[in-house]
């Protein structure tokens, strides 16, 4: 099989509609039904949502937990959450695949943990975009938002930052089964990373 991948110049949100757009046309080709969305405000999911509708995509938006900047605050824009559920768009909200208890730890401690050399292994191989993508296709996975069968294949959508810059086709697996996930095509990326 031969596919084009396309090749961003530069990292961010100025490329979401064409990470977008990409991820789109993909999924029709592949049959693909479920897109998993990383948004911190609502911003990259509301374009997903938008790009999307008519189109028989299940739309599953991923967010970070409360708590990351300030105590008891979730950073999900209230009008954009509003707008979401309206469009049908299922959303995610825990803690971070690659870090909770153990990130806390090695602040508290020092050192490093197994799952900080995972994270930091997929962002300085590949960048920001690329661990994100494999967090939030687990986080989907266990909240049971998307399945997790031999068969199942959905279209992962992050960026660095904001917006969206990468997306790829996934095989899904839950957490505790990290290394049956796959990676199984890139659609967009980053040339270069910061």
């Avoid at 294949?153 to 810059?165: K, L, R, S």
């Amino acid at each position: 099989m031969e596919k084009p991948i396309m090749y961003l110049e530069s990292t961010g949100k100025e490329n979401t509609q064409l990470v977008i757009d990409a991820a789109i046309k993909r999924a029709e080709e592949l049959g693909i039904r479920q897109i998993v969305v990383s948004s911190t405000t609502g911003y990259t999911a509301l374009e997903m949502a938008k790009a999307a509708k008519g189109k028989m995509l299940k739309i599953v938006c991923v967010s970070y937990q409360y708590g990351v900047k300030e105590d008891g605050k979730w950073e999900m824009e209230t009008d954009a959450l509003k707008e979401l559920q309206d469009m049908g768009v299922e959303v995610v909200t825990q803690s971070h695949l690659f870090s909770g208890i153990e990130r806390a730890i090695s602040n508290k401690l020092g050192g490093t943990s197994r799952i900080d050399v995972i994270s930091n292994t997929l962002r300085s191989l590949f960048g920001q975009g690329f661990k994100v993508v494999v967090e939030i296709t687990m986080m989907a996975a266990d909240s049971g938002k998307i399945p997790v069968t031999p068969g199942t294949e959905v279209i992962a959508i992050a960026g660095t930052g904001h917006g969206a810059d990468v997306a790829v086709v996934m095989k899904p697996a839950h957490s505790q089964r990290f290394f049956d996930a796959q990676i199984r095509e890139i659609i967009a990326m980053p040339r270069v990373r910061q």
